[in-house]
């Protein structure tokens, strides 16, 4: 593939999705290094670069790979130090020698599409969630010997996925280089329907039957699917057979996961199965100020049990935070008790000034935007990524994953049939420029304000 010719078209369309300080900022010196594999390589002029560009744009960078690539790609940042002097005709490469990339957990996490920051540290234990806890570190200790699979059920927002993550970090910061292989349930039936269509079934294999560590998170979505679950069962036995460790999760029990063939749901059960209750609401203040601590929110006690007490999962809790964040950039300058009850009664399901409740469905969100930004439904869930059409559904990546609480697989269905890595990097998007973006805050304001009327 030629190298330059990739990024200048990836970065026309990154040109697209930031604003113009941003691109002359972090990517007017940015470069496509290499491209081994699925493995691309992108390398910038210093060590702030690299970290600001690894930190807040991977999913953007690694999304737009993937479209002109045709590839799954993971994305590894690089210093490179560019040549001093370059003639107009200069075929070489852009960079004088290069350097090996050297890589950091964080930096290996998110090759695997792991969330480095989801670590056993920043998970919040009680009762609910202590024998999962207990058995996940038990798995990050001795991959493969432990507890082998292990079953992790239970309902919405309740850590599940936290706990697969933490263990994924665990052992890459033991191993840096260790085999991980994650994806959701319906990722791996996609794939399998990809690599039929387009003869790579040997290459799908060796990526799953060579995992040293095999994640699968929502495995119920291969159940009723034939050619998914007979393939599950041959990469569960193989990476079995050479030692390896795997980590499934589901919103229910093996044995309560209809039209599961029998010889999977025994398989799941041969392993430790543990499920995950919803967080008390002791719990719930611990995540509070867990995950606001970690966002740089400074809350006082009073205002954690109050957003503890009107929030019933993780995911919501986050969700709320998100909102309360975006909050202080509109003008305030702490949060209060007063801050966090006004904002509660316009949630969601939780009673307002005039005692009633509502619930916002995704549908409701779809339409609002769609009437905002003067953009048919259809347009919203369909092909096209122009500006005018991929901004509008980014918006609405946000505010189902923030508001709404959906997982990005709900949202990806929703909008087309979009995959989770492109849903991730819609988020991000919103997430990082409603801070600096005025305009794009008063229009996520306004949306949310009418969607809670």
Same mark, same amino acid.
């Given at each position: 593939m030629d190298l330059q010719k990739i990024w200048k078209a990836a970065l026309s369309e990154i040109e697209l999705s930031v604003s113009k300080a941003t691109f002359q900022t972090h990517f007017s010196q940015s470069e496509l290094v290499s491209l081994d594999g699925a493995v691309a390589t992108v390398g910038l002029p210093n060590p702030l670069m690299r970290t600001m560009v690894e930190s807040r744009y991977y999913s953007l960078v690694k999304s737009v790979l993937?479209?002109?690539?045709? !590839?799954?790609?993971?994305?590894?940042?690089?210093?490179?130090?560019?040549?001093?002097? !370059?003639?107009?005709?200069?075929?070489?490469?852009?960079?004088?020698?290069r350097e090996m990339p050297t890589m950091d957990v964080a930096t290996a996490a998110r090759k695997f599409h792991i969330r480095p920051e989801s670590t056993f540290e920043a998970f919040a234990v009680s009762s609910s969630n202590q024998i999962a806890y207990a058995a996940a570190t038990a798995v990050a200790r001795a991959p493969g010997s432990a507890y082998n699979p292990l079953f992790i059920y239970g309902g919405v927002g309740v850590g599940k996925t936290h706990l697969m993550y933490a263990i994924a970090n665990s052992i890459i910061s033991k191993k840096i280089n260790a085999r991980v292989v994650y994806c959701m349930g319906e990722e791996f039936l996609n794939e399998i329907v990809e690599a039929i269509?387009?003869?790579?079934?040997?290459?799908?294999?060796?990526?799953?039957?060579?995992?040293?560590?095999?994640?699968?998170?929502?495995?119920?979505?291969?159940?009723?699917?034939?050619?998914?679950?007979?393939?599950?069962?041959?990469t569960f036995n193989a990476v079995l057979r050479e030692g390896g460790?795997?980590?499934?999760?589901?919103?229910?029990?093996?044995?309560?996961?209809?039209?599961?063939?029998?010889? !999977?749901r025994s398989r799941f059960e041969g392993?430790?199965?543990?499920?995950?209750s919803k967080p008390d609401f002791e719990l719930r203040v611990a995540i509070v100020n867990l995950k606001s601590k970690a966002m740089g929110l400074e809350i006082p006690t009073d205002a954690a049990q109050m957003i503890a007490a009107n929030n019933t999962d993780a995911r919501a809790i986050e969700g709320f935070l998100r909102r309360?964040?975006?909050? !202080?950039?509109?003008?305030?300058?702490?949060?209060?008790t007063d801050l966090v009850s006004g904002l509660l009664k316009g949630k969601a399901g939780v009673p307002g000034q005039s005692g009633k409740t509502k619930r916002v469905l995704p549908q409701d969100v779809i339409s609002?935007?769609?009437?905002?930004?003067?953009?048919?439904?259809?347009?919203?869930?369909?092909?096209?990524?122009?500006?005018?059409?991929?901004?509008?559904?980014?918006?609405?990546?946000y505010l189902c994953k923030t508001e709404l609480g959906l997982t990005l697989g709900d949202i990806g269905g929703l909008l087309g049939g979009r995959d989770h890595t492109t849903i991730m990097h819609g988020v991000d998007i919103i997430t990082h420029e409603i801070s600096t973006n005025q305009r794009l805050r008063t229009a996520v304001e306004g949306i949310k304000n009418k969607l809670w009327v």
């Open positions: 993937d479209h002109h690539t045709g !590839l799954n790609t993971s994305v590894i940042f690089t210093i490179q130090t560019r040549k001093n002097h !370059l003639s107009e005709n200069d075929s070489g490469p852009l960079f004088a020698a269509q387009t003869k790579t079934a040997r290459q799908f294999k060796q990526k799953y039957r060579s995992a040293e560590l095999l994640l699968v998170d929502d495995i119920q979505f291969i159940a009723g699917k034939q050619t998914a679950q007979e393939e599950f069962f041959h460790q795997i980590v499934l999760t589901s919103d229910r029990a093996p044995a309560e996961i209809s039209r599961l063939e029998d010889r !999977l392993g430790l199965n543990v499920d995950v309360l964040s975006t909050e !202080l950039f509109t003008g305030k300058t702490e949060i209060t609002m935007v769609s009437e905002y930004f003067n953009v048919k439904p259809s347009a919203l869930k369909g092909p096209k990524r122009d500006r005018p059409i991929a901004r509008p559904r980014q918006i609405i990546m």
